[in-house]
């Protein structure tokens, strides 16, 4: 008996499906459910001529699934995306191949919703400036992301590239954001901070952040390189997705604890938050730093298939 065709969607289609807020609630309804990111499937990454290919596969409740991911740093410069991809998901009993996907746009979705789902609970209940550092696919899905757990009322946009930069600001003003070409300093009155660059140093200066303020840092994914300084650190409660992950490949926390300046067991896992088991500190800074997990990737795309 011949096996049933699978559906291959287009990125279209999937965001059509699934938008921002039901990925982010998707995300929240299956930690608090039981979905335990230390369990999950080693991500593989292996270095190329020019670049690296990565392999992320993962389990959880009814499906398995996997991506196939590329990173090629010079495409920019070619006219091509650095990260491209595809995503196979399939039934867990049978382990029938069911979707394959738009692995960038299933990244373009569930690294915001990530974030969203954890900033729900560590961000503060009003946003008046959010400030993101960088202009390309992810600062973009991070503004949208904020903007489905919080009012923002303006935001500033901090990037390498000013016509880049003046460019999404355009976009954000034609979607009816406040929003502005803005400096590192504006950090100074941000209630949330999002860093989502290719930077190898860090992006701001954490001596101007806010007590009440949440930043998220997605960008750095090497143990070597980092968006966020030592003394922002230093002074925070950290959130990550799971501290194994995190003390082997952000940089982030990695070199300030080599300065000894942050000790690694008061590092929080994102579900202990979400289940209630650690509480929000609210009188000093929180920082979500994102090393990006192969069940993030499964969520979101269990979550468009039971959408069809």
């Given at each position: ?19 921002m807020e039901q990925a982010i609630r998707a995300i929240q309804r299956d930690l608090a459910a039981g ?170 200066d954490g001596s101007m952040v806010l007590e009440d303020s949440l930043a998220i840092a997605v960008g ?89």
């Amino acid at each position: 008996m011949s096996a049933s065709p699978i559906t291959c969607m287009s990125g279209d289609e999937m965001v059509r499906l699934v938008n921002m807020e039901q990925a982010i609630r998707a995300i929240q309804r299956d930690l608090a459910a039981g979905l335990d990111p230390a369990q999950d499937l080693s991500r593989n990454i292996i270095d190329l001529e020019h670049g690296q290919l990565l392999y992320m596969p993962s389990r959880y409740g009814d499906f398995v699934g996997a991506k196939v991911s590329t990173v090629a740093p010079d495409n920019p410069a070619i006219g091509r995306d650095r990260i491209q991809g595809i995503y196979l998901l399939m039934d867990a009993l049978t382990l029938g191949p069911l979707l394959l996907l738009d692995g960038q746009v299933l990244t373009a979705l569930r690294t915001p919703a990530v974030s969203a789902a954890i900033g729900d609970h560590l961000a503060p209940p009003v946003v008046e400036h959010l400030v993101v550092f960088g202009s390309g696919t992810q600062a973009w899905g991070h503004v949208e992301a904020m903007r489905a757990i919080r009012a923002v009322g303006r935001v500033s946009v901090v990037g390498r590239d000013p016509r880049r930069s003046s460019r999404f600001v355009e976009r954000l003003v034609s979607d009816g954001q406040d929003a502005r070409v803005g400096v590192a300093a504006d950090v100074r009155d941000a209630q949330v901070i999002v860093c989502a660059t290719t930077s190898r140093t860090p992006v701001l200066d954490g001596s101007m952040v806010l007590e009440d303020s949440l930043a998220i840092a997605v960008g750095s994914h090497e143990p070597d390189s980092r968006e966020l300084d030592s003394s922002l650190v230093a002074r925070a409660q950290v959130v990550v997705e799971d501290p194994s992950v995190a003390l082997r490949e952000a940089g982030d926390l990695l070199i300030p604890m080599s300065e000894g300046r942050f000790v690694a067991s008061t590092l929080v896992a994102m579900r202990d938050v979400i289940t209630g088991v650690v509480d929000v500190d609210r009188t000093r800074p929180r920082i979500f730093k994102s090393s990006g997990m192969p069940w993030q990737d499964l969520v979101v795309a269990a979550e468009i298939y039971r959408a069809q």
